[in-house]
């Protein structure tokens, strides 16, 4: 009995960290078939919401064990799908399952982010680099590097205190488009200044996961995915039209 | 040419940082974006539009990655949305909401305006699902399902 609860926490357990970190659903519901069928619980059933996961083991001819799992957040962090799919490769029949289930349960030791200044500074490079490709000269590529890395540090710091993520999107685009209009003001290119400088917002996930499920028949996680990088489009959106008004719209057509 | 290979590189590099895309997938992943940055200009370059060279550099990139994803063990994914940022048509999108906020504060009879923004929009939409399909597409062909739809 204690070695079925261990089985089918362990089994949620992957599902909810590869769920939380930018999987799609098709990739959650083979890895658990591949772990289970490793545990040796081949007859699993599997349902997957848009932020739970709900699994099932027979135990014997007449009780089920169920468990509902519900992942906590939903942001991208690509090491922790490479760590996940990793511990499932080397897993077998004999795997302590206990050991795994604690390391697995440690979740911030299990995928270290890269340094914080490190990403900033990537954001930046990342967003000016973008405004080249429109045909920025290098004075934008400088006002978008800083504004973009000034918003990121921005975003950061309100994520660290717990605000509403749509509500630290729209401050994070309202302030990364007023600085990248200030830097770039008067230039006839401001308007690449700011089309580039929130790349680092866009959803990108959200929206290649949706078509993703969509394809592959899982309707429900494909439609809730699809509407929540609608509503971050319309966040970002809102921020910057904000900060555009303040500025004046015409100037930066 | 250069300034491609180099802004590919720098994009993807940022964006894989940014996602925390495991150490030994970055060489992959810059060597996609570039290719993708590449792909798109040469065919702009000889007069396709938009929408139809980002789907061949988004196929390109999925197409790839399922070579790399097999090779490295991680998923496909990792690769794909990393190195398709480069695709993302945000100058399109900007135009479209700087369209429709003039529209909607004034300029009520101008309408070139209503249409240009429109032309903007949908321009976006397109090619974001270009982006999308082209990711989706080659890895489908490898796989067998047991249901239909019709």
Excluded at chain 1, 113 to 118: A, E, F, I, N, S
Excluded at chain 1, 125 to 142: E, H, M, P, Q, T
Excluded at chain 2, 111 to 134: D, M, P
Aim: with cysteine; hydrophobic share 50%; aromatic share 12%.
């Amino acid at each position: 009995m204690n070695q079925e609860k261990l089985t089918i926490d362990l089994l949620s357990q992957i599902g909810k960290l590869l769920l939380q970190h930018g999987a799609e659903t098709e990739l959650v519901e083979t890895s658990i078939k591949h772990a289970a069928m490793k545990l040796g619980a081949s007859n699993l059933a599997i349902l997957i919401f848009p932020n739970a996961i709900l699994l099932s083991l027979p135990s014997s001819d007449r009780v089920y064990n169920t468990q509902l799992y519900k992942a906590e957040r939903q942001d991208v962090n690509f090491r922790a799908l490479d760590k996940v799919t990793t511990i499932i490769e080397h897993m077998d029949a004999t795997t302590d399952r206990a050991k795994l289930l604690e390391e697995l349960k440690h979740e911030e030791g299990l995928s270290p982010m890269y340094p914080y200044y490190l990403r900033n500074f990537m954001a930046g490079l990342g967003c000016g680099a973008f405004s080249l490709l429109f045909g920025g000269d290098w004075y934008i590529f400088l006002a978008t590097f800083l504004a973009s890395s000034l918003g990121f540090y921005l975003n950061g710091f309100l994520l660290k205190r717990y605000f509403n993520p749509f509500i630290a999107i729209i401050l994070v685009s309202f302030t990364t488009t007023l600085y990248s209009g200030l830097f770039a003001f008067g230039n006839e290119a401001a308007h690449i200044a700011i089309a580039s400088s929130i790349l680092f917002l866009v959803p990108s996930v959200a929206f290649i996961n949706s078509v993703n499920d969509l394809t592959k028949r899982h309707y429900t996680t494909g439609l809730v995915r699809g509407v929540r990088g609608v509503i971050i489009s319309f966040a970002i959106a809102i921020g910057i039209s904000l900060a555009l008004h303040l500025l004046g719209v015409e100037k930066f057509v | 040419m250069i300034l491609d290979i180099g802004i590919g590189f720098c994009v993807s590099l940022a964006v894989a940082i940014l996602f925390n895309a495991p150490v030994r997938s970055l060489v992959p992943i810059i060597f996609l974006g570039i290719g993708a940055v590449l792909s798109k200009n040469f065919m702009l370059h000889y007069g396709f539009s938009l929408e139809f060279a980002t789907f061949v550099a988004s196929f390109f990139i999925g197409l790839v990655s399922i070579y790399f994803a097999h090779r490295q063990k991680i998923p496909i994914l990792v690769y794909a949305i990393c190195s398709s940022i480069v695709l993302v048509p945000t100058i399109n999108a900007y135009k479209a909401m700087i369209g429709l906020i003039q529209i909607s504060t004034h300029q009520l009879s101008n309408q070139e305006l209503i249409t240009q923004s429109l032309h903007y929009g949908l321009r976006t939409w397109l090619v974001f699902g270009a982006i999308a399909i082209g990711i989706v597409l080659p890895t489908q062909f490898l796989k067998k399902y047991r249901f239909k739809i019709l």
